[in-house]
């Protein structure tokens, strides 16, 4: 028979029914209310869309499913198999609402979700079993960020000539810690005309450009100043371009003597307890070097809040 998806609004033809046994499976020629079958032969079918007859349509309510628990991180062991991966953890998506596939915009890798250590399993036997891909697993990387501790005054010239005009810039500059969460700041500081005012913008992109990696293990480098006290140029061979390259080579010259380190990541965490493990939960919370600040929630609800700030 013909069935309507009143989810896509579509019909859908009913190929075989059969009841799964494990491994095995018996064709049934109908089912009724209660039973749990597996149906053959749908095209366009999706977790949560109700099918049901032409003539009398209804709309189940869909299911609602928690967010995932715990995340891995996987890439294909053959090379050029990221395409493949690819499209098989998109139909696995499609099929399971709550496995959950993303990207990691920094590291690059990508990041299954699921809801427990067994659910992903299954998900890395379907890959292997099913769609042929193999792959490894391991733990997401985490996204640290370097900074640096120590204010550094110092000097670069870029010079280059190989005939003709060449390339000359030179600028003296300040580096020094920001507050926490400033980001990247850049100021000019020059007077006289030492390094032209059009310029600044260029030693400005060499040095913002350059943060995106920092000198001790490659993470973004955040939170720091840089001001631009004084320069000197030359009225053919300089340009924006040989400014660019003194700002660039001027970052990877002071970086690395600036006290440079690497930042712990810290987060906002909502702990919800009953009222009789308040200071245990606190003691744990300020043996991982967590700040608390426990709040009482209204008095109709039965737990408190404990919130690390």
């Known amino acids: 028979m013909s069935v309507l998806n009143t989810a896509t609004g579509k019909t859908e033809r009913v190929g075989r029914i059969v009841e799964m046994h494990a491994n095995d499976r018996i064709e049934v020629d109908s089912a009724q209310a209660g039973d749990i079958v597996a149906i053959v032969g749908m ?8 099918i049901c007859d032409p003539n009398d349509p209804a709309t189940l309510e869909p299911m609602v499913f928690p967010e995932p628990v715990i995340s891995i991180a996987i890439k294909p062991t053959q090379k050029g198999g990221n395409e493949k991966m690819g499209m098989a953890l998109s139909k696995m998506v499609q099929e399971d609402p709550s496995f959950y596939v993303e990207t990691d915009q920094e590291s690059g890798e990508t990041i299954i979700k699921g809801m427990g250590e067994l659910h992903l399993d299954i998900k890395v036997d379907i890959l292997k079993r099913t769609h042929g891909v193999e ?7 985490v996204a640290y960020r370097e900074s640096i501790t120590k204010v550094i005054n110092d000097s670069y010239t870029h010079k280059k000539q190989s005939g003709g005009s060449g390339q000359f810039g030179r600028i003296d500059y300040t580096i020094e810690p920001g507050e926490t969460g ?3 700041l850049f100021e000019s500081k020059v007077t006289g005309g030492n390094v032209p005012r059009e310029f600044w913008p260029a030693v400005n992109k060499g040095f913002e450009s350059s943060i995106d990696k920092g000198v001790l293990a490659g993470y973004p480098c955040v939170d ?27 970052y990877r010259q002071s970086i690395p003597k600036a006290g440079p380190q690497i930042l712990e ?6 702990v919800f307890t009953p009222e009789d493990h308040i200071g245990d939960v606190i003691g744990d919370i300020n043996r991982r070097r967590g700040i608390s600040n426990p709040k009482t929630l209204p008095p109709w609800v039965s737990e408190s809040k404990l919130k690390l700030l």
């Open 43 to 50: 095209k366009n079918i999706q977790t949560g869309h109700t």
């Open 135 to 141: 792959v490894e697993v391991g733990k997401p990387q």
């Open 182 to 184: 400033s980001g990247f």
């Open 224 to 250: 720091l100043k840089v001001t631009l006290t004084d320069g000197a140029f030359h009225p053919v061979d300089s340009s924006a371009i040989a400014f660019e390259i003194a700002a660039r080579a001027g």
């Open 265 to 270: 990541p810290i987060m906002n965490v909502d």
